[in-house]
């Protein structure tokens, strides 16, 4: 995986030296931007695309109950304590946490009725990013590699589309999900497609003050004397890399050296990480939080060419010790919504889907909101809602989905889907068509065989 960090801090302020040491190896720049830079293909693309998306992956499991699929008519401990309101769709409610969303219901389709039957976050997450079952299904701890090796939505649609621009085509921020045992499970990458077709990772907090990437922004204010000398530096350092580590192409990887220094000339990429350049009133109304300003910065990056931008749920400091990190609610649901989970995303997806129809981006831009499953009907004896992969709600709004529909049911407890049921296979088939790709287009594996990058099929009724 592509990625740059910080200082031990984590936050976006500068690379240490030791990843400045590995600027050109394998585990940085030399085996990342091939594939994210490249000349777009034409091979299994339309021609009526969407130009980009955003996918909020709000890690953890949202609700159902609570956001896209309230039961006020259930009983106490199914229905929980808060209430549904009304949205701007006549006869479509959400749940009372989500009242801007709910002015812009009209923009938004709901599935209602997506279910993997898995309830761990590790393989159900594998499912939903990339269109293909874990095996085995419910399965914590799981690791990269084969068979659980397809690629990730970023990397198929970077590998198939190429950016538009300096920028790569696909980047993940602001952290990757880790699991409890702060592994990173399969699904968020390019899987048998090879590290070059990698989303680049960036770990960074664009909510802290003063907030740059020193990475891209470097070429601002180093002289280009300064950068040769990194040059000389990289090249000495390339001539201890023995053949294993450098592949079998020295040329291509030079290239994809010679890339990583072109993006940290490059203005534009520095512009697109520059959110002082917002209006102060743009970036209070994203919200001065780390998802908030992690949003925002995906449609700055989106803007400048790059195709996807997966925007994570953060991890907060102390959330582990409380037993419920990330929407992962166990324990207090009620209390953890209000306080930490929902006030947030509301405020930064319905800022996204206003500035994006306010600068006539909407149309061109899908935004997929999404989980890697729901939680239980039933509210446990902590007061919160465990994992459930029975059924769960995904949102769709932008690149051609017309808003204001839900499609499918659950059952009166929320519980399985009653009916227009959908696996994730069928939910990346509809990105990938929306994205102008063909959802049966294939690729190749390690061995060369052909793979379609979804066994799913359109779900048409979105468009």
């Known amino acids: 995986m592509f990625s740059i960090q910080d200082r031990p801090t984590r936050l976006c302020d500068g690379m240490t ?70 949205s701007s769709v006549p006869g479509l409610f959400v749940g009372e946490l989500m009242p801007r969303v709910a002015r812009l219901a009209h923009k938004v389709c709901v599935l209602r009725a997506v279910y993997t039957n898995d309830h761990a976050h590790s393989s159900s997450l594998y499912w939903t990013l990339t269109g293909s079952a874990h095996a085995p299904t419910n399965t914590e701890l799981t690791k990269p590699g084969a068979p659980n090796d397809m690629p990730c939505l970023g990397a198929v649609v970077g590998h198939l589309r190429g950016g538009r621009g300096t920028l790569p085509a696909s980047i993940t921020l602001p952290e990757h999900f880790i699991g409890n045992n702060l592994v990173v499970p399969p699904g968020q990458n390019a899987g048998f497609l090879g590290r070059r077709a990698d989303p680049w990772l960036i770990t960074c907090d664009p909510s802290a003050p003063n907030f740059q990437m020193s990475a891209v922004d470097a070429a601002a204010d180093v002289p280009a004397l300064r950068l040769d000398d990194r040059r000389s530096l990289l090249d000495q350092v390339n001539r201890h890399f023995d053949a294993g580590a450098r592949g079998n192409s020295p040329a291509l990887h030079d290239a994809q050296t010679q890339q990583a220094f072109d ?40 803007e400048a060419g790059v195709a996807v931008v997966q925007v994570n749920w953060p991890r907060e400091k102390g959330d582990m010790q409380a037993g419920n990190p990330l929407w992962d609610t166990h324990s207090k649901n009620t209390e953890r919504l209000k306080t930490a989970l929902m006030p947030p995303m509301d405020q930064a997806y319905s800022a996204l889907l206003e500035d994006l129809d306010q600068r006539g981006m909407l149309n061109d831009t899908l935004i997929v909101w999404m989980g890697e499953f729901g939680r239980t009907p039933k509210i446990n004896g902590s007061a919160g809602r465990d994992h459930w992969g029975g059924v769960f709600s995904v949102a769709l709004a932008g690149g051609g989905v017309q808003g204001g529909r839900v499609i499918g049911a659950s059952d009166r407890i929320g519980a399985s889907p009653k009916d227009g049921g959908v696996e994730p296979q069928h939910l990346t088939a509809t990105i990938y068509h929306a994205l102008g790709l063909r959802h049966d287009a294939e690729v190749r594996d390690t061995l060369g065989r052909p793979i379609p990058i979804s066994r799913g099929e359109v779900i048409r009724q979105v468009f």
Do not use: M, N
């Open 263 to 302: 993006l940290l000339r490059s203005t534009k990429a520095r512009r697109a990480f520059d959110l002082s350049a917002e209006p102060v009133g743009v970036r209070d109304r994203y919200g001065r939080h780390k998802f908030g300003q992690s949003v925002l910065l995906a449609r700055r990056l989106i």
């Open 17 to 86: 030296r030791r990843e400045w040491l590995r600027v050109g190896g394998s585990s940085l720049f030399g085996l990342s931007l091939s594939e994210l830079l490249g000349e777009s293909r034409a091979a299994g693309a339309r021609s009526d695309k969407a130009k980009a998306c955003i996918v909020l992956y709000l890690g953890g499991g949202p609700p159902q109950h609570e956001t896209w699929d309230p039961k006020p008519d259930a009983p106490a401990e199914i229905r929980g304590d808060l209430k549904p309101i009304a």
